[in-house]
């Protein structure tokens, strides 16, 4: 049976939880986050099961000091959530794959057939289509068929043959990592870098985010299917969530659920719920909102764009099937790992340091040369 304060508990969690994400300085992820705070908070709205609301409380506590600490500059907790909004974990990244995971829409396409006929779970699995196979040969470094192992006195069993093949293209596909709409991809390059540094933006580095994602995005809206709810942000022209320019930082209410005088088992739900509250509640409330600055933004953005890979050539669904296209693989110039990206001016080191590592390596240079020459 639930408490008398569980409704006015959960409504301010909620609220708490929405004003923390209205904080993020990602107009797209924090768009993210409060869909999908809403989403979460929907599904559980008709749970009658006591400890999966438990449960459910401690996930939210959790997200919400997860929030909190990225708005006070952690760096883990900001990038967490970045990956997670722009599609490199979670289920954006399922949402986004999903395209390129889809059966041949070709007509003459056929599934492979089963190793034992009339058995289906023994058929292996379908071929990738080619940008997928490139992405994962160059940037996981895999093959796209594993090393089967050879029974000494018996062949290889069919079924155990079809479960290895299947095995390994799950490993595969959920470390898969896949281009971002173009449009998105400009948008962080353009947030990546100064105004007026005059850095070209990535013309083909990416599939357009409707002749990729569009159709089917409507489609799902209409239904209202999971899938609109948590690629919604990504669109180009979907309405934003706007910044919250107050700070609120009313204290959340006591847990119904948190006695510490109860007689439960200490690895019950509901004592960890009070270990939640009384640890990081305190150290959140002490510390304010950290505005970050502009150079601190840039270097997030870049390091996410390390993260994502681009490619030539993906222009629509059907043309990922085309085997005369040409795919190109490469790192925007925006991204840290780029060797041609171009300094900001508050990037580069000063005079002194500059002329100190200039003498250093002068330096060095000399000592090898002296140590050749010493050298039998």
Not at 1 to 14: A, C, I
Not at 25 to 48: G, P, W, Y
Not at 120 to 132: G, M, N, R
Request: aromatic share 8%; net charge positive.
């Amino acid at each position: 049976m639930q408490s008398v304060h569980h409704g006015h508990y959960v409504k301010s969690l909620y609220r708490r939880l929405l004003s923390e994400a209205g904080l993020f300085f990602d107009s797209r992820a924090r768009t993210f986050m409060v869909n999908r705070i809403k989403h979460r908070f929907r599904e559980c709205q008709r749970l009658n099961d006591l400890d999966r609301i438990k449960t459910k409380i401690i996930e939210g506590r959790k997200y919400l000091h997860s929030i909190e600490r990225a708005n006070i500059n952690d760096q883990k907790c900001v990038m967490r959530i970045l990956r997670a909004a722009y599609g490199r974990t979670g289920k954006v990244r399922h949402y986004i794959l999903m395209p390129y995971i889809e059966p041949n829409p070709a007509s003459s396409f056929r599934n492979p057939e089963p190793f034992y006929p009339h058995i289906p779970h023994t058929a292996p699995p379908a071929p990738l289509c080619p940008p997928l196979q490139i992405l994962i040969t160059q940037l996981q470094n895999k093959k796209l068929e594993p090393e089967l192992p050879e029974p000494r006195y018996k062949p290889l069993h069919l079924g155990r043959k079809a479960n290895l093949l299947w095995a390994w293209r799950s490993k595969l596909l959920s470390k898969a990592q896949v281009p971002l709409p173009l449009e998105i991809l400009n948008e962080l390059e353009s947030n990546a870098t100064l105004p007026n540094l005059g850095v070209n933006l990535t013309v083909d580095g990416g599939p357009r985010w409707e002749m990729m994602y569009g159709p089917r995005q409507r489609k799902y809206q209409r239904e209202r299917n999971e899938q609109f709810i948590f690629l919604a942000h990504l669109d180009p022209h979907a309405p934003l969530v706007p910044r919250n320019k107050l700070q609120r930082r009313l204290p959340l209410p006591m847990s119904p659920y948190s006695n510490p005088f109860s007689t439960v088992s200490p690895f019950s739900t509901a004592y960890m719920l009070g270990l939640i509250e009384e640890n990081n509640n305190d150290e959140i409330e002490t510390k304010h909102l950290t505005e970050l600055k502009p150079r601190q933004i840039r270097r997030y953005y870049q390091r996410l764009l390390s993260e994502i890979p681009c490619m030539t050539g993906l222009s629509s669904r059907e043309m990922l099937w085309d085997s005369n296209q040409k795919y190109t693989l490469f790192t925007s110039l925006a991204s840290v790992s780029s060797p041609r990206r171009t300094l900001s001016g508050d990037e580069l080191p000063c005079e002194d340091v500059m002329e100190q590592s200039i003498a250093s390596s002068g330096n060095k240079r000399k000592q090898s040369k002296h140590k050749k020459k010493q050298a039998p």
